[in-house]
């Protein structure tokens, strides 16, 4: 798995760190592309935007999703082309749409979007070709919308896509859904997706004129907690597969693309903290790790979020929270005694606990502990500006056994 070596060699060097493992990151991307041929991948930079995982990442011929401007600029900087970025994000400003809009594919997000781009298109004398992200009237597992912040409902969708026909510098050719993150069950997924092409099919004949792509979102999960079962990639590529060959007839020239952060990154990264220091209060023994809460937030919130819920299992609310024992924390020490332990941060508020009293080989001061599923929405959602603390390293380990730090 992850390289007990090359960890405990960086640990000289930084009290804190991410660790992200290329090899691991090439695996999952040749799992996709193998078992889904026929299908385009969009790398969703939010989950994890260093440089090094997107040169891993574009290198390997992935478009871009990207949920702001500067993700765009970001996918741009990478040298991919408009048609290769998909930009769709509640909320686009004025300014988003008149830089993005040369820039990338956009995707609106609702009616006053769609009108908005007409504006800046027209003041730019040009016909913007874009998607619209529907909120349909399904769910992964079930028939019937819900109320979302993204999105055109898709009864207000069809009740309005005469109107945009009218328009003078749009020309809708693409559809955007994606419903939620995290799933490990193929067979819910081809559910999904067989739902997508029915409305394609459906919107395509509203449209009068060829749907160019279809954007299925994500939904593509990873293991967190020891005891889930990994998602069956080969099968759900192959039922996937099935689907799209069924539905090519009628929909021949449709660009079918899958969104996916977690399932690229997630795996490759571990986070890896320092024993600074130990003491026994009211007879509980408390371990002081390096930047745990501004460092990589998740695990603190997985125990505050089931500190909170008590006795009920909270649902996932992703990315913040997944479920609450997502993150494994293993210290590599050869220790063959164990201890009740309760792992807290050290900064200077006692919100930062990271688990409380469970048994771990004995910690000293100095020691290492490795904090796994640390690739995806870690480092980029933990509050590292917060107490001027040293934050913790980003570094890259490429395929060749070099540590890249930046
Ligand atoms: C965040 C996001 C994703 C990525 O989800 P993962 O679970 O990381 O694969 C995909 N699509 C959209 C629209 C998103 O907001």
């Not at 510098?169 to 994606?178: D, L």
């Not at 890896?272 to 220091?277: I, Y």
């Not at 063959?336 to 048994?359: K, R």
């Not at 100095?366 to 933990?382: F, K």
């Amino acid at each position: 798995m992850f390289r007990n070596d090359i960890i405990l060699d960086q640990a000289q060097h930084h009290d804190s760190f991410y660790l992200y493992d290329q090899s691991v990151i090439l695996d999952h991307i040749k799992a996709l592309q193998e078992n889904f041929s026929g299908i385009g991948f969009l790398y969703s930079i939010k989950n994890n935007p260093h440089p090094e995982v997107l040169s891993t990442v574009f290198g390997a011929a992935l478009g871009a999703d990207a949920a702001s401007l500067g993700e765009v600029l970001l996918s741009r900087g990478h040298g991919l082309s408009p048609a290769q970025i998909q930009y769709s994000a509640p909320g686009k400003s004025r300014r988003d749409i008149e830089e993005a809009i040369s820039l990338s594919t956009l995707v609106a997000d609702s009616l006053n979007e769609v009108a908005l781009i007409n504006e800046v298109a027209k003041a730019k004398g040009m016909i913007a070709e874009i998607g619209v992200r529907i909120n349909p009237n399904f769910t992964f597992v079930g028939e019937g919308g819900i109320p979302s912040k993204f999105g055109i409902d898709e009864d207000v969708a069809f009740d309005t896509i005469a109107n945009w026909d009218a328009l003078s510098n749009v020309k809708v050719v693409g559809i955007h859904v994606h419903a939620r993150s995290q799933e490990l069950n193929p067979d819910v997924l081809v559910g999904y997706y067989r739902k997508m092409f029915a409305l394609a099919k459906k919107f395509q004949a509203a449209l009068g004129h060829e749907l160019q792509f279809m954007n299925m979102g994500s939904g593509i999960g990873i293991d967190y907690e020891t005891s889930d079962t990994p998602l069956d990639i080969a099968t759900l590529g192959t039922d996937t597969k099935a689907v799209l060959s069924a539905e090519r007839q009628s929909l021949p020239n449709l660009a079918v693309y899958i969104e996916s952060g977690r399932y690229i990154a997630g795996k490759s990264g571990v986070y890896v903290t320092k024993v600074l220091d130990k003491k026994v209060s009211f007879g509980k023994t408390f371990v002081i790790l390096a930047n745990t809460l501004n460092g990589f937030i998740r695990p603190s919130l997985a125990k505050l979020v089931t500190n909170y819920a008590g006795t009920q299992k909270p649902a996932g609310t992703e990315p913040l929270f997944t479920s609450k024992s997502a993150f494994q924390f293993i210290p590599l020490v050869d220790a063959d005694e164990t201890e009740v332990v309760t792992l807290v941060g050290n900064l200077c508020t006692g919100a930062d606990v990271v688990t409380s009293d469970i048994t771990l080989p004995t910690l000293r001061i100095g020691d290492v502990v490795v904090i796994t599923n640390a690739g995806a929405y870690a480092a980029v959602l933990s509050p590292m500006q917060f107490s001027a603390q040293v934050p913790p390293a980003q570094l890259f380990l490429t395929t060749d056994g070099t540590v890249l730090s930046s």
